[in-house]
């Protein structure tokens, strides 16, 4: 199947999805929503390289298993990816230092392997700026060569003109010493003294409620009380709840945790569930219809540098939108990625990557 | 669990909403931005329904970009509230991301040594 085929097949999927509202076995589920069964998803990449090709990519799945595909998901269309497991970015990392593993997605087409930490470090007289400890190993695979890092980073900062509005702002400021191991080559070695920074600026727009909070609060009172209709028994499921690993347990078992524990001596249970349960039915059904979000970072060789251009940095701005009122179930990206990542200053990115998907 | 009274599990919860608050800037969002901070000025006195909500947002609602946080803003977050538990040498267990919600960081966050 061809790409055009398939986001027309994407698109034939929307309007027909469309005349459908949330079905109510659904309506407890966050974002993004809905219980699939059928899932298709696509992206294509515009490279402003004369010297490189675009890239497009898409995959079919029912049940969860994969019908057709072709490609490889971008690294900033993961999100999308709605049957995957968490994100390599995301959860079950324990250590202080964890290493992540991209392949096919820088303009080379090459492989990306970086690394960070941070542990924060108390110096004497300075405790009250908080600083941090960063470390970065990162290698380009394609031009074996490995940066490596460590440094101070402060804590995030508001940026400015942003501190008293509800969009998610940050700001931190770092200074590193990194090295550069030329693996083929020790002409090729590097010592620099690095000032860095990362600002994120992103805001949510167009919130509505993608199912009816009362509906959606009755079946987790059901919930909750078929588990436990008086506090005696509640007390007895919580012991049970409380001995599993607390990054283990679903959301239902820590609300059920939460309710037993918000329940005072005297109080009526039944009303403590049905009290918190529209509680979390409110928040749950939240959905915005649009999101924006940008991301900045860079780095200023202050010594050693024998680069021509001493600062590089990386931008990313994204639009997520949600275009159907009564479902989550179909999204659409656009991402403008232009610059360097740290691990590969060599390669510059400029591109434009557009992304659908689709569950139902 | 057990050796948390009400009160301290109210507590807790603002912490992790005032860490969310300094490592993001955000409220949650416009949508639910009045409804923390009235929490976070009184844990104590908000209703159950307040803390059923507070305790339902998840982390993405802060973070707006699905992929977020990763490891260096869940670190930074991490030390933010273990700082506030007064555990600062608390090791993270892992296993949270954007998808999780306060009432189930906090509830990892308060069992962590």
């Known amino acids: 199947m061809s790409t055009r085929n398939a986001l027309t097949a994407a698109v034939c999927l929307l309007a027909a999805q469309a005349i459908h509202a949330q079905p109510a076995s659904t309506a407890a589920a966050q974002n993004p929503a809905a219980i699939n069964t059928f899932e298709v998803e696509g992206g294509y990449n515009f490279l402003f390289d004369s010297q490189a090709q675009d890239e497009d990519y898409y995959r079919i799945s029912y049940l969860g298993s994969l019908i057709e595909s072709k490609g490889t998901p971008f690294k900033s269309a993961k999100g999308l990816d709605l049957t995957a497991p ?14 992540r593993y991209e ?15 941070l542990k924060p470090v108390p110096f004497r007289g300075l405790e009250a700026l908080h600083l941090r400890g960063t470390a970065l190993v990162g290698a380009d695979l394609e031009t074996n060569k490995i940066q490596a890092a460590v ?5 995030p900062l508001r940026i400015p003109g942003f501190q008293r509005t509800s969009a998610s702002n940050w700001l931190v400021f770092g200074v590193n010493g990194q090295r550069q191991e030329d693996t083929d080559s020790a002409s090729q070695d590097e010592n620099f003294g690095l000032l860095t920074y990362r600002a994120f600026l992103g805001q949510a727009f167009g919130w509505r409620k993608s199912a009816d909070v009362k509906e959606t609060a009755a079946k987790l009172v059901q919930a909750l009380l078929d588990q436990a209709p008086d506090l005696d028994k509640a007390r007895e499921v919580a012991a ?18 939460d309710t037993v524990g918000d329940t005072t001596p005297g109080t009526d249970w039944k009303q403590t569930v049905r009290d918190i349960a529209f509680g979390t039915a409110d928040a749950i059904t939240d959905q915005p219809t649009l999101s924006f979000y940008a991301e900045a970072s860079g780095w200023y060789e202050f010594t050693g540098s024998t680069h021509d251009d001493k600062f590089k940095n990386l931008f990313t701005a994204t639009i997520d939108y949600w275009p159907l009122p009564q479902t989550d179930a179909f999204f659409l990206r656009a991402r403008y990625e232009r610059g360097y990542e740290r691990a590969m200053p060599d390669v510059k990115k400029d591109h434009l990557l557009l992304s659908i998907a689709a569950r139902f | 669990m057990a050796d948390l009274t009400r009160d301290d599990r109210r507590r807790n919860r603002k912490h992790v909403l005032d860490a969310l608050k300094q490592e993001t800037g955000s409220s949650g969002g416009s949508a639910a931005a009045e409804r923390v901070d009235a929490y976070r000025a009184d844990p104590l006195g908000a209703s159950t329904v307040e803390f059923g909500f507070v305790g339902a947002l998840t982390l993405q609602r802060f973070y707006i970009d699905p ?8 670190r ?13 040498d608390a090791t993270d267990p892992g296993g949270w991301d954007g998808t999780t919600n306060v009432s189930q960081l906090q509830a990892i966050a308060e069992e962590a040594e």
């Open chain 1, 151 to 155: 440094g101070l980073e402060s804590p």
């Open chain 2, 67 to 74: 992929d977020k946080p990763n490891k260096s803003e869940r």
């Open chain 1, 86 to 99: 968490a994100l390599s970015t995301g959860a079950g990392d324990r250590n202080d230092f964890v290493f």
């Open chain 1, 103 to 117: 392949k096919n997605t820088t303009t080379v087409g090459g492989e990306l392997l970086e690394a960070t930490g």
């Open chain 1, 240 to 257: 049970k709840i409380e001995k599993i690993p607390a990054n283990q347990r679903t959301k239902l078992q820590q609300l059920f945790l």
């Open chain 2, 76 to 88: 930074s977050l991490w030390t933010n509230i273990v700082e506030r538990l007064d555990k600062p």
